[in-house]
């Protein structure tokens, strides 16, 4: 038992640093990595490793280059609008179901995470928000009850997180304050997070899709008009 709880801990580091490093361009889009060059990088056994990147390809964060090795995502404007189409079109699903049958669990989830955007919205703190804002989108998708809509979704997810961890101004500038930003792509997030929120707790199915969709599509839009 121990064992195997050493083991999920590595996968999970493996990952977590991986991605971490596609995501700010340690790894640029396009260049080829390997499971040598990432266990030297990370001082790790190629085991984790191994299991860490089947993981990020599923989630469209990887690439597998044949015959041998791995390539971060190339990044387009064809493949992003793609990307968040599907995306759009996915969560907003999610939502009306989540606001037709969600689970007191999830229901106490998403107010809960209502909470904590508002806490930190006050007291500006760029990694909490971004790990607050992966739980969100995670707990609308879980809270669809539908196991096909929550794992194409986390793959969308990802990948658009390749675009706006590119193209938006939040995360190209060093610094991390609120005027940061609020001039960047995520600052309507608090607003429209509570929008969507409001509607899935009220069970208003109609009002939960269009304003996720609408969330999403905004996100597209602010990338484009960057790029």
Same mark, same amino acid.
């Given at each position: 038992?121990?064992?195997?709880?050493?083991?999920?801990?590595?996968?999970?580091?493996?990952?977590?640093?991986?991605?971490?490093?596609?995501?700010?361009?340690?790894?640029?889009?396009?260049?080829?990595?390997?499971?040598?060059?990432?266990?030297?990088?990370?001082?790790?056994?190629?085991?984790?490793?191994?299991?860490?990147?089947?993981?990020?390809?599923?989630?469209?964060?990887?690439?597998?280059? +044949?015959?041998?090795?791995?390539? #971060?995502?190339?990044? &387009? @404007?064809?493949?992003?609008?793609?990307? *968040? $189409?599907?995306?759009?079109?996915?969560?907003?699903?999610?939502?009306?179901?989540?606001?037709?049958?969600?689970?007191?669990?999830?229901?106490?989830?998403?107010?809960?995470?209502?909470?904590?955007?508002?806490?930190?919205?006050?007291?500006?703190?760029?990694?909490?928000?971004?790990?607050?804002? +992966?739980?969100?989108?995670?707990? #609308?998708?879980?809270? &669809? @009850?539908?196991?096909?809509?929550?794992? *194409? $979704?986390?793959?969308?997810?990802?990948?658009?997180?390749?675009?706006?961890?590119?193209?938006?101004?939040?995360?190209?500038?060093?610094?991390?304050?609120?005027?940061?930003?609020?001039?960047?792509?995520?600052?309507?997030?608090?607003?429209?997070?509570?929008?969507?929120?409001?509607?899935?707790?009220?069970?208003?199915?109609?009002?939960?899709?269009?304003?996720?969709?609408?969330?999403?599509?905004?996100?597209?839009?602010?990338?484009?008009?960057?790029?």
């Amino acid at each position: 038992m121990v064992e195997l709880q050493d083991n999920q801990r590595a996968e999970s580091k493996a990952k977590a640093e991986i991605a971490s490093r596609i995501l700010n361009h340690v790894f640029s889009p396009g260049e080829s990595v390997s499971e040598n060059q990432l266990a030297e990088t990370l001082a790790m056994s190629r085991t984790p490793i191994r299991t860490a990147i089947r993981e990020l390809i599923a989630e469209g964060l990887l690439e597998r280059l +044949e015959p041998k090795g791995y390539i #971060v995502p190339k990044l &387009s @404007g064809e493949d992003m609008q793609q990307v *968040f $189409l599907t995306r759009q079109k996915l969560e907003g699903l999610a939502a009306e179901i989540a606001a037709s049958g969600a689970n007191p669990s999830d229901r106490k989830a998403l107010s809960d995470l209502q909470e904590e955007i508002e806490e930190i919205y006050r007291n500006w703190d760029r990694d909490r928000f971004t790990d607050y804002n +992966e739980r969100f989108h995670n707990t #609308v998708a879980r809270a &669809s @009850g539908n196991a096909y809509v929550e794992r *194409f $979704l986390k793959q969308c997810f990802w990948r658009t997180q390749l675009y706006i961890y590119a193209y938006d101004s939040y995360f190209l500038s060093p610094g991390k304050s609120r005027d940061t930003f609020s001039k960047g792509l995520y600052g309507p997030t608090y607003y429209e997070h509570r929008a969507i929120t409001e509607a899935i707790l009220s069970g208003d199915a109609a009002a939960a899709r269009e304003t996720m969709e609408r969330h999403i599509r905004s996100s597209c839009e602010a990338l484009v008009r960057r790029g």
